[in-house]
Structure formats: structure tokens, C-alpha cells
Nanobody, 117 residues
Framework: QVQLVESGGGLVRPGGPLRLSCVAS????????MYWYRQPPGQQRAFVAG?????????LSHDSVKGRVTASWDPAKGTGYLLMTDLTPADTAVYFC?????????WGQGTQVTVSS
């Protein structure tokens, strides 16, 4: 089992940056990838960005945030980060981190990000 805890959410001004953290505990040595998802109000959870593979050689991001987002992950330490720039109200959502092994998938409880002036 792996437990994930996100932090760093809150109120962000339009145009501002965002830095979210995800700390994992438990059987972190089994994890193969780490992803970030978000769920805007009234919408489904959707992929944002992530890192595939413990060598961290494959970084991914959704087209809607490409160029504004960077995901990083240190599987040995069990820490991951999501950096976003130029936030708009459309980025308002609950953000979740997700870690996966070959057989399991674990989610954090989410952190609320609200972009508003």
C-alpha cells in the first residue's frame, strides 16, 4: 500500500504560478510512475501531467497545459511536484496525485486550487 498526501493548493491570482507537492509513504519502491490529475467543479477528473518510469525519462503533459506545466518525481524519496505558470480561472480544480505500479494505482485526497482575483 502507498499513501499519498498533496499540498500547496489554495487561492492563486490569475497569471500566477503554482507549486503542488505530493509525498508518498509505504511501499514506494514498487511504484513505476507518478501522475497529476485535476477535477474542475462539475467535471470529470482529467490527466494533467506526469512522469512515467523510475528513470524519469518520459515526462508527459496534456495538450491543454503544455508549455505551462512541469511534473517532477523522485521515486527514491517518494516526492513529486507539479509546477504550473500563467494560471487562469480555467485551472481552478481539485488536484490529485496518482502513483502506479504494474498492478496497483493509488490516489491522494486532493488539494483545492482556486484561481481568482
Amino acid at each position: 500500500q502507498v499513501q499519498l498526501v498533496e499540498s500547496g493548493g489554495g487561492l492563486v491570482r490569475p497569471g500566477g504560478p503554482l507549486r503542488l507537492s505530493c509525498v508518498a509513504s509505504g511501499s514506494i519502491w514498487d511504484m513505476d510512475s507518478m501522475y497529476w490529475y485535476r477535477q474542475p467543479p462539475g467535471q470529470q477528473r482529467a490527466f494533467v501531467a506526469g512522469v512515467h518510469g523510475r528513470t524519469r525519462s518520459n515526462q508527459l503533459s496534456h495538450d491543454s497545459v503544455k508549455g505551462r506545466v512541469t511534473a517532477s518525481w523522485d521515486p527514491a524519496k517518494g516526492t513529486g511536484y507539479l509546477l504550473m505558470t500563467d494560471l487562469t480561472p480555467a485551472d481552478t480544480a481539485v488536484y490529485f496525485c496518482n502513483e502506479r505500479s504494474n498492478t496497483d494505482s493509488f490516489w491522494g485526497q486532493g488539494t483545492q486550487v482556486t484561481v481568482s482575483s
